[in-house]
């Protein structure tokens, strides 16, 4: 999982096709407690890695899609799997 930073493209104009390359810096999210539920809630925990040295720019293709996340804490997040995603974003 990780935290969508940015969007942005990149086009090399020197090459013949000037090709344009669409690009996400992301924060790589580690799961707290070895990705195993948090018992009370039933959800996974995420936090900011420790080192915040893992974020790297990566194809947008690579982000497979959204997910709703809760503040919990300082830097950490529920991840809500129980949500459909299509209707909460037909509603709001």
């Known amino acids: 999982m990780a935290q969508l930073l940015a969007l942005f493209k990149i086009r090399h104009i020197p090459s013949e096709a000037a090709a344009v390359h669409r690009l996400a810096f992301v ?3 580690d799961p707290i407690t070895g990705g195993r539920f948090h018992i009370p809630s039933g959800h996974i ?3 900011n890695r420790i080192n ?4 790297p720019i990566v ?3 690579a982000v497979i899609g959204p997910a709703q996340v809760i503040p ?3 830097k950490q997040w529920i991840v809500n799997h129980r949500i459909d995603l299509s ?3 037909e509603i709001y």
């Open 45 to 47: 925990r995420v936090g």
């Open 72 to 74: 919990s804490g300082e």
């Open 52 to 55: 915040r040295r893992d974020m």
């Open 59 to 61: 194809s947008k293709g």
């Open 27 to 29: 924060c790589i999210l």
């Open 87 to 89: 209707t909460f974003n």
